[in-house]
């Protein structure tokens, strides 16, 4: 099990970007949650195994259809124990 703090800089914010994510979240099993950022990123807390986090990884850096990734950052965290993946309006 693994932890990874992602953020995904384009134009990823009014294009679908969280909703997607978590759609393909709940497929993959990986628990955390998407919120967007003031500054037009989103930003990804995630935890799974690796190959997941891999997928997840995979479809970050694409996005949904009108999404235009423009780069992404990850680094490993500390392990949160997520019980499911939301689609936050704000960080708590």
Do not use: W
Not at 65 to 73: H, Q, Y
Request: proline share 3%; glycine share 10%; with cysteine.
């Amino acid at each position: 099990m693994k932890h990874l703090n992602i953020e995904v800089y384009g134009e990823v914010q009014g294009v679908y970007y969280r909703l997607t994510c978590k759609a393909v979240a709940d497929q993959l099993g990986i628990k955390g949650f998407v919120v967007n950022r003031p500054d037009g990123s989103v930003y990804i807390e995630a935890e799974g195994d690796s190959s997941t986090l891999e997928e997840l990884l995979e479809f970050c850096q694409e996005g949904p259809d009108r999404a235009e990734v423009k780069s992404l950052t990850q680094e490993e965290g500390p392990l949160r124990g997520f019980k499911n993946f939301e689609v936050l309006k704000k960080i708590k």
